[in-house]
């Protein structure tokens, strides 16, 4: 079956420290995959988008990686800070329309 | 710049009543437009996509259906609620073809409660 995993449901951290997040797929060919940022009742913002042929995407504090042979991407955000606490999901697009979340990592930076 | 309307932000409905959730998108033309439903503290489940007037795409089978009567309206809806639909449901729109990059845009969301 199709599955698209995040690392673990929560992840806390001290503040300035960098945050490593996971997301696992399998039985998905990805032409790309997103990242989204959601805070509490409230729509996902799109942060970043990597395509299946780059290894590596940066904005700001932001770092994408995308390895397809091992089916994983990994989200970085550096130099932490209290507001970078809320829920980070990613998300695969295949060639057609259609875009699938993962299950999404809760984050709370610590200050 | 483009906006997405998605209303009413709470709901609060008996088991069996119908439902209707509407979003209008405005400041572009032909976007494709989805709806997606969010489980406590669960990631986000695919529920209809549409590339067109008239084009629905389903992607769970349910007592939910979708229809979009205008380029930028797509609007959920049910005939009988069940408590199992309770849930954040969110529409949101991304460029057509050639419109820009693949990206969601999402509107804020409809907090739905089945009692």
């Known amino acids: 079956s199709q599955k698209i995993e995040q690392n673990s449901e929560a992840l806390n951290i001290q503040e300035g420290k960098t945050a490593t997040l996971t997301c696992n797929y399998t039985n998905y060919s990805p032409a790309y995959l997103q990242w989204y940022r959601q805070d509490p009742g409230r729509g996902p913002v799109f942060l970043l988008l990597?395509?299946?042929?780059?290894k590596e995407k940066r904005k700001e504090r932001l770092k994408v990686t995308f390895d397809t042979t091992l089916k994983q991407s990994l989200f970085h955000i550096t130099a932490s800070q209290p507001a970078d606490s809320a829920t980070y999901l990613c998300a695969l697009g295949e060639t057609g329309n259609q875009f699938y979340f993962g299950t999404g990592t809760s984050l709370t930076v610590i200050p | 710049s483009q906006t997405i309307h998605q209303w009413p932000a709470t709901l609060v409905q008996p088991v069996g009543s119908p439902l209707s959730l509407e979003c209008t998108v405005e400041g572009t033309s032909n976007p494709n437009l989805y709806w997606y439903r969010q489980a406590a503290g669960r990631g986000l489940q695919l529920l209809f996509y549409s590339v067109g007037i008239g084009q629905i795409s389903s992607e769970v089978p349910q007592n939910l259906s979708a229809s979009r009567p205008q380029d930028r309206q797509f609007i959920l809806s049910s005939k009988k609620l069940l408590l199992s639909d309770s849930g954040f449901y969110l529409c949101?729109?991304?460029?057509?073809?050639?419109?820009?990059?693949?990206?969601?845009?999402f509107g804020s969301g409809t907090q739905l409660s089945v009692l």
């Open positions: 949101a729109w991304s460029p057509g073809p050639g419109q820009g990059p693949e990206k969601l845009f």
């Open positions: 990597i395509r299946e042929n780059e």
